[in-house]
C-alpha cells in the first residue's frame, strides 16, 4: 500500500511539473520576446511621432483555407504594412509595394518555410524533415511563377529572364516543362549539311562550339575526338542537290562585291569579329565554315535551302551575288584553317561505310541532336530528359547529392546541375551550356518555379498570348519573303531591332516610305542595326505602301494637324522655344547635325511623319511604343501643338548626311 502511495506521489509531482513548464515555456517564447522588442521600439518611435502602435503580446496569424494558408509570420513581423517602417530594422521592417493583400494572402505562398512555427528555425523551414524551405532572395521570384505560369512578368525580371532562356536555349528539345511550349528545332536543318560545311570547321564545332562563336547557344555535349569523328562523317554524308560546279573566286569582282556588301548593310544582322548586328551568325570567319558553292546558292533563294530561315531574300542579280562570294572569301576566311590541317583529318575521319554510318546515326540519337535539329531521316524523338513538371517541389532527400560538397537544398542542387551537369555522374547526357552564374540563377528560379502547389483559378492570371498574326495575300507574300518580321514587329508579333509597324499607316508618308523602301538611309547614326537595301521591285513597293495607307491605322489619329499652308510662323516660333528651352528636346535628338545620339534625328521630320501622329506622340510616347525611353512629360494640347508645328517645319538633311 505505501509503494503504490509513493508512486502516485511521483506521478503526481510529475504531472505538475508538466503543467508548470508550459507556462513558463509560453512566457519564455522566442516570439514574446520579440513582441516586447517590438513594443519598446514602437513607443521610442511614438514619441518620434511616427504613428506606429504597440501590440498586445499574443499570436497572430493569417488563415486562408483557399490558398491553405496559416501564417503566423506576422507574430514576430509585426510591421509589414505599416509603411513608416521601410528602413526598420528586422523583423519589424514593412514589406516592399506589392500588389498583393497582405493579409489575405500571407507570407508562405510567396516565400515558403513553415506558416504554422512560431520560432525563427521553425518559420523558415530550417528543419530536416522539412521539405519547403523559405527561398532566398535571390530565387523569391520563383513564387511569382505559380500566379503567372507560361508568360513574361515585368514586375520579376529574373524569372521572365530564365524562361527565356529556357525558351533560346532548347531546353524544350529533351524536357517536358509544364507552360512552356516546345520549341522545335531552335537550330538550322541538318538536311544538306555535308554540302554546306568544311570538314575541319563541323569537326572543331562538334568539339566545343563557343570556341568558334562565343555567343551561340549551342551546347559542348563532350565528344572524345573519336566521338566526334565519327559524328562528323554522318554529318558530312547528309548532301544537297548539286548546288552547281565547284566556285572560283573572281579577284576582279571582289570591289563589286564590297560595295553590294556595303549596300545589302549585311553588318546590321551579321557580325564580323565582335561588331554588328545578333540577328544571324558572325561572318568573321565564315570563308573557313562554309563551301562557296553553297554560299552562292544560299544568297541566290535562302529558302530553297532553310524554309524557316529568317534571312530575306535579296534580289542580286547573278553577277552580283558572285562578285558578293567572291568578296567573302577574300574579306572573311579563317587563319586558323589551312589545307594540311584539313588533310589531315580527312585522313583520320572514319569511312562513310554503312557500319560506320549508322553508328554515327546512333551518336546522333543518343545525344538528342534532334531535340534542335531537324533531319528527315531520323524521326522526331521523344524528350530524352526528365519531365520538369513539379521540379520546384521536389523532394530533397530524392535527389542525389554524391560527395558534393554544397548546401543539401533544391536550388543549390540546381544551380551546380545547370553549371557543370555531368559531375553527378559520368553516363550522363545532359550537354554543357556554359552558362554564366547569372544566367544559371535565372534558370534556377524558373525551375523553382514549376511548383506542385494547387493555386485557386481566381488567383491565377490569364495572361495575355498575342493573336498570332495572319497575313495573307501579296503582301503576305512580301512579308515572308523579305522576312520582316525579324526586325519589326506587326500586332504583337515577332521582332523588336525596328520599328513597330501596327499605325505606319498613320504615322508615315507613302511617298516617304516608297522612297525610304528604295534607298534606306539611318536616322540613328550610332545604330549597328539598319534597314538592308533590299532591292524590292516597284510593284512589290506599291503594294506594301497601299496595305500600310489602308489597314494599318489608327482611326482615332487625324494625318494633318495643320491647314494645307503649313503652321503659323509665330507657332512655330513657340514651339522652338519649347523645344530648346523647356523640355530640352536636344539633350537626346539633332537637328542640323547639333544634339544628342539617343533618339533619331529630327530634321525633315514633316516630309516623313504625318503632324497628327506627330502631336499624338508628344502627348504620350508611350501610347506607341511601350518601350520607349522618350519621357511622358503629360505635355498640355498648347504645347503639343506648337512643338509640332516646330518639327513638321524643320528643313530635311543634305542628302550627303542621309548616308
Same mark, same amino acid.
Given at each position: ?73 506576422? &507574430? ?25 493583400? =497582405? ?85 538550322? @536543318? ?25 555567343? &551561340? ?232 518555379? =514549376?511548383? @506542385? ?17 495572319? &497575313? ?80 494599318? =491605322? ?106
Amino acid at each position: 500500500m505505501r509503494r503504490i502511495s509513493l508512486l502516485f506521489c511521483l506521478s503526481s509531482l510529475a504531472l505538475l511539473l508538466v503543467y508548470a513548464v508550459t507556462p513558463v515555456r509560453d512566457y519564455l517564447a522566442e516570439w514574446r520576446r520579440y513582441q516586447k522588442a517590438f513594443n519598446r521600439f514602437a513607443e521610442e518611435k511614438f514619441r518620434q511621432n511616427i504613428p506606429v502602435r504597440t501590440t498586445p503580446l499574443t499570436i497572430r496569424q493569417v488563415w486562408n483555407p483557399a490558398l491553405d494558408v496559416v501564417d503566423r509570420c506576422v &507574430t514576430c513581423h509585426l510591421g509589414v504594412e505599416n509603411r513608416f517602417l521601410r528602413d526598420a530594422p528586422q523583423p519589424f521592417r514593412s514589406h516592399p509595394v506589392t500588389p498583393h493583400r =497582405l493579409g489575405e494572402i500571407g507570407c508562405t505562398v510567396c516565400h515558403r518555410g513553415q506558416g504554422a512555427a512560431t520560432t525563427v528555425r521553425g518559420a523558415h523551414g530550417r528543419l530536416k524533415w522539412w521539405e519547403d524551405p523559405m527561398l532566398p532572395s535571390q530565387y523569391l521570384q520563383a513564387s511569382c511563377g505559380q500566379c503567372h505560369p507560361g508568360e513574361a512578368v515585368p514586375e520579376a525580371r529574373i524569372l521572365s529572364a530564365g524562361r527565356e532562356t529556357i525558351r533560346k536555349a532548347g531546353c524544350t528539345g529533351c524536357h517536358k516543362i509544364t507552360g512552356v511550349t516546345p520549341v522545335r528545332p531552335i537550330g538550322p @536543318d541538318l538536311d544538306g549539311l555535308g554540302s554546306k560545311v568544311r570538314p575541319l570547321w563541323l569537326f572543331r564545332w562538334l568539339k566545343n562550339p563557343k570556341e568558334y562563336l562565343e555567343r &551561340t547557344s549551342m551546347p559542348n555535349v563532350m565528344l572524345a575526338d573519336e566521338e566526334a569523328r565519327l559524328l562528323t562523317t554522318f554529318l558530312l554524308s547528309q548532301k544537297a542537290p548539286a548546288t552547281g560546279n565547284a566556285f572560283v573566286a573572281d579577284a576582279a569582282a571582289v570591289e563589286l562585291g564590297q560595295q553590294r556588301y556595303r549596300e545589302a548593310r549585311c553588318i546590321s544582322c551579321h557580325a564580323q569579329g565582335g561588331r554588328g548586328g545578333s540577328s544571324g551568325p558572325d561572318l568573321g570567319r565564315v570563308g573557313g565554315k562554309v563551301r562557296l558553292e553553297w554560299l552562292e546558292s544560299w544568297l541566290r533563294d535562302p529558302k530553297a535551302l532553310f524554309p524557316q530561315t529568317r534571312m530575306p531574300q535579296f534580289s542580286f542579280p547573278a553577277k552580283d551575288i558572285r562578285a558578293i562570294v567572291s568578296y567573302i572569301a577574300s574579306e572573311f576566311s579563317d587563319s586558323t584553317v589551312d589545307a594540311q590541317q584539313e588533310q589531315e583529318l580527312e585522313r583520320l575521319l572514319p569511312a562513310a561505310t554503312r557500319d560506320n554510318l549508322a553508328a554515327g546515326k546512333k551518336l546522333y540519337q543518343r545525344l538528342g541532336c534532334g531535340g534542335c535539329h531537324r533531319l528527315k531521316q531520323i524521326e522526331e524523338q521523344a524528350e530524352l530528359g526528365p519531365d520538369l513538371a513539379g521540379i520546384g517541389s521536389k523532394d530533397v532527400d530524392r535527389l542525389d547529392f554524391g560527395n558534393l560538397r554544397i548546401e543539401r537544398n533544391l536550388w543549390s542542387w540546381l544551380f551546380t546541375k545547370i553549371k557543370t551537369p555531368r559531375v553527378f555522374g559520368k553516363n550522363l547526357k545532359m550537354p554543357d551550356f556554359q552558362f554564366s552564374d547569372e544566367q544559371a540563377r535565372e534558370l534556377v528560379v524558373a525551375l523553382l518555379s =514549376l511548383s @506542385d502547389k494547387k493555386i485557386p483559378a481566381r488567383y491565377v492570371s490569364a495572361g495575355q498570348q498575342p493573336v498570332p498574326l495572319r &497575313t495573307q495575300g501579296d503582301f503576305g507574300k512580301i512579308l515572308r519573303k523579305y522576312e520582316c518580321l525579324t526586325c519589326h514587329s506587326l500586332s504583337g508579333e515577332s521582332g523588336r531591332l525596328a520599328p513597330d509597324l501596327s499605325v505606319i499607316g498613320s504615322q508615315a508618308k507613302p511617298l516617304w516610305i516608297a522612297a525610304y523602301f528604295r534607298l534606306p538611309y539611318s536616322m540613328r547614326p550610332i545604330m549597328t542595326e539598319r534597314m538592308p537595301l533590299l532591292g524590292m521591285s516597284d510593284q512589290e513597293i506599291q503594294t506594301t505602301v497601299r496595305y500600310f495607307e489602308t489597314v494599318l =491605322l489608327e482611326d482615332s489619329i487625324a494625318h494633318e494637324l495643320f491647314p494645307l499652308g503649313g503652321p503659323e510662323l509665330q507657332e512655330a516660333a513657340r514651339g522652338k522655344e519649347l523645344y530648346f528651352n523647356k523640355y530640352g528636346c536636344q539633350a537626346c535628338h539633332q537637328v542640323n547635325l547639333a544634339g544628342g545620339y539617343v533618339g533619331p534625328a529630327l530634321d525633315g521630320l514633316g516630309g516623313r511623319l504625318f503632324s497628327g501622329y506627330v502631336f499624338a506622340y508628344l502627348k504620350n510616347p508611350q501610347r506607341f511604343k511601350p518601350a520607349v525611353l522618350e519621357p511622358n512629360y503629360a505635355i498640355d494640347d498648347s504645347d503639343a501643338r506648337a512643338l509640332t508645328a516646330y518639327l513638321v517645319s524643320l528643313p530635311p538633311p543634305r542628302a550627303k548626311e542621309q548616308r
